[in-house]
T-cell receptor, first 115, second 107 residues
Framework: ETGVTQTPRHLVMGMTNKKSLKCEQH?????MYWYKQSAKKPLELMFV???????ENNSVPSRFSPECPNSSHLFLHLHTLQPEDSALYLC??????????????FGSGTRLTVV | GQNIDQPTEMTATEGAIVQINCTYQ??????LFWYQQHAGEAPTFLSY??LDGLEEKGRFSSFLSRSKGYSYLLLKELQMKDSASYLC????????WGAGTKLIIKP
């Protein structure tokens, strides 16, 4: 399998639940990203990992907790979310962090609904 | 700042030509990307402009003018499958995204 794969594609969770989003890339890239995409808003960068080390954390609430066990896998652990956290969560990868001339490769996203 | 502006939504007719603009205010960047995103799917790469001018790829072309602070994506011979959102992004050490333009193609 090639590219960036995200699971699950859809997730409905209550505000007291704990769930995790998974991302896997088979491109040999060194950097991985979590983005939040809300309607009519620019992509919001949440976290960046380079070679399994977190390099960016853009003031994301602590109810979102990332984990990068190796350069091919990225998780986003969710707990006590709010309805305004409902959005499409996109994972992306790139050859290297801060080298953007080759762009990013995205997964299809997880559509999250918090009820 | 690096504000990036795109029209929220555009409508065009199958077979026609449409130009989607992207304007920005920034002190410097490496290049400008265009991505296409169908509803519920991953954004996919369309083009990357580093130098001023027009880059043509089949039915799609992208233009950049650094001095005027804008780019556009030109889509020719529109097909129904071109209905999607089109995102522009500036690159420096990370990508800075516009909010995207939703393009609706009508028969």
């Amino acid at each position: 399998e090639t590219g960036v794969t995200q699971t699950p594609r859809h997730l409905v969770m209550g505000m007291t639940n704990k769930k995790s989003l998974k991302c896997e890339q088979h491109l040999g890239h060194n950097a991985m990203y979590w983005y939040k995409q809300s309607a009519k808003k620019p992509l919001e960068l949440m976290f960046v990992y380079s070679l399994e080390e977190r390099v960016e954390n853009n003031s994301v609430p602590s109810r979102f907790s990332p984990e990068c066990p190796n350069s091919s896998h990225l998780f986003l652990h969710l707990h006590t979310l709010q309805p305004e956290d409902s959005a499409l969560y996109l994972c992306a990868s790139s050859q290297d962090w801060a080298e953007t001339n080759y762009g990013y490769t995205f997964g299809s996203g997880t559509r999250l609904t918090v009820v | 700042g690096q504000n990036i502006d795109q029209p929220t939504e555009m409508t065009a007719t199958e077979g026609a030509i449409v130009q989607i603009n992207c304007t920005y205010q920034t002190s410097g960047f490496n290049g400008l990307f265009w991505y296409q995103q169908h509803a519920g799917e991953a954004p996919t790469f369309l083009s990357y402009n580093v130098l001023d001018g027009l880059e043509e790829k089949g039915r799609f072309s992208s233009f950049l003018s650094r001095s005027k602070g804008y780019s556009y994506l030109l889509l020719k011979e529109l097909q129904m499958k071109d209905s999607a959102s089109y995102l522009c992004a500036l690159s420096n050490y990370q990508l800075i995204w516009g909010a995207g333009t939703k393009l609706i193609i009508k028969p």
